[in-house]
């Protein structure tokens, strides 16, 4: 799964986090400074915010872009000349390039919420008549939302269909790495369905999945920093009282609750799931059989096979009931846990309009974020349902490198796809 499209899977991913690492590390200790040295510092401590989509292209975003750029330059370069692979132009640059558009993404999503800010403070006061105003600058606001989200939305097109793309030249690579391989591979019950369907399920789920987990990943880091500067509006939490970092304890302790609850519903799920899989690969084998030979897939059998698979989803579904009664009482219940946090805030007359959109909005991207595992159960056990079945059907080829022919078929293919 993973050899067919990234150089040393097990050193290439390592590397790729020890040098995310030390990249992250170097700029928040000394990288974002070395910006002045080429005219594009830093954003003043003491400066104000600057509002709308002037903010993606101003100086400490400019610079951000260029130093992200060179890292992974200088990563791509390492491992081309360290083991070329003929996937490399989409494991590394293209796979860059969707994580730059993300990061993008998310960007415009802080740069609205701090619109939120002065804005809903304005129209709180046409609201209360504190403020006089004319139309003319009330759609001037509104034009400066209008701008990020349309910057932010054909962000998001164009990386979904980076995305496909590149999902399927992962696709492509595990196709031909077991295609040039058949020969070994064919004698193993189910080969074709694996080869064909569990590589195009495969590279599916890994779409969604690892999108949203990327997406999740960046918005946490990109908003966490927010919340830490909206909680000044908080007094105090329910029952805790008054405590440091209210909202980011609020955040992680109640996404922690649901995260490990969820996960204790679900314990029972990936094996079943995967036992599901066998029963239906054993009715559909016999199917097959009865295709070709009149004396294969008689009534009695086939209805035993099937008697199997419908056992096998009853026992899933009865186990679905208590997953699905936690996963969605918590879900609920998150819908009000934000205000419930902030009840005392509002009583005590401590947040505006404004203040409150801010915070609702920051807080539920946070939340969100750190419930990537709670929405995502039911696609995480499928995928772990996928693996298994490839990691079983590759064992025949681990620790065999591909002839010599294959790669030069690999990489005839990897320079005649078109990017």
């Known amino acids: 799964m993973f050899v067919s499209f990234f150089p040393q899977p097990k050193l290439f991913f390592t590397s790729a986090a020890a040098w995310s690492l030390a990249a992250i590390l170097f700029w928040f200790f000394a990288g974002e400074q070395l910006g002045a040295v080429f005219g594009l510092p830093p954003a003043a401590l003491d400066a104000p915010p600057i509002i709308g989509i002037a903010v993606l292209w101003s100086k400490p975003f400019l610079w951000f872009y260029l130093y992200f750029a060179f890292c992974v330059a200088a990563f791509y370069a390492f491992w081309n000349w360290y083991a070329p692979h003929p996937w490399q132009g989409w494991s590394i640059l293209m796979t860059a390039v969707i994580l730059f558009l993300i990061y993008f993404n998310v960007q415009v999503s802080v740069a609205v919420n701090t619109w939120y800010g002065p804005f809903y403070d304005y129209i709180q006061g046409l609201m209360s008549g504190t403020i006089k105003s004319t139309a003319a600058e009330f759609y001037i606001g509104l034009g400066s939302f209008a701008w990020l989200a349309l910057v932010g939305m054909n962000v998001q097109v164009v990386n979904a269909f980076i995305v496909s793309h590149w999902i399927f030249r992962w696709r492509t690579a595990m196709n031909d790495y077991f295609v040039q ?22 590279s599916q789920i890994m779409e969604d999945l690892g999108s949203s987990f990327v997406q999740s990943i960046m918005t946490l880091i990109a908003f966490l920093p927010v919340m830490i500067q909206l909680q000044t509006h908080i007094s105090e939490l329910p029952i805790v009282g008054a405590i440091p970092q209210p909202l980011v304890f609020a955040a992680l302790a109640w996404c922690l609750f649901g995260t490990v609850s969820v996960m204790v519903a679900g314990l029972k799920l990936p094996g079943l799931q995967f036992r599901n899989q066998r029963v239906e690969a054993a009715y559909r084998k016999e199917l097959v059989y009865g295709e ?42 998150d819908g009000i846990f934000s205000m419930l946090i902030l009840g005392p805030s509002f009583v005590a007359h401590k947040i505006s309009f404004g203040a409150f959109s801010q915070i609702s909005n920051a807080f539920s991207r946070v939340t969100g974020s750190l419930q990537f595992l ?7 056990v499928e995928l772990q349902s996928v693996h298994k079945r490839l990691r079983a059907f590759e064992a ?24």
Request: proline share 4%; aromatic share 14%; charged share 25%.
């Open 374 to 380: 709670l929405t995502s159960w039911s696609t995480i």
């Open 292 to 333: 070709d030979n009149a004396d294969r897939a008689q009534p009695a059998t086939t209805a035993e096979l099937f008697s199997n698979v419908r056992h096998n989803y009853f026992r899933l579904y009865f186990h679905y009931i208590y997953f699905n009664v936690v996963r969605y009482t918590y879900l609920q219940a």
């Open 396 to 419: 025949t080829l681990e620790g065999e490198p591909l002839p010599e022919i294959d790669q030069r078929y690999l990489q005839r293919q990897g320079a005649e796809d078109p990017a």
């Open 181 to 202: 391989n058949w020969s070994r591979l064919r004698h193993i019950e189910g080969a074709s369905q694996r080869i064909q369907e569990d590589t195009m399920r495969f």
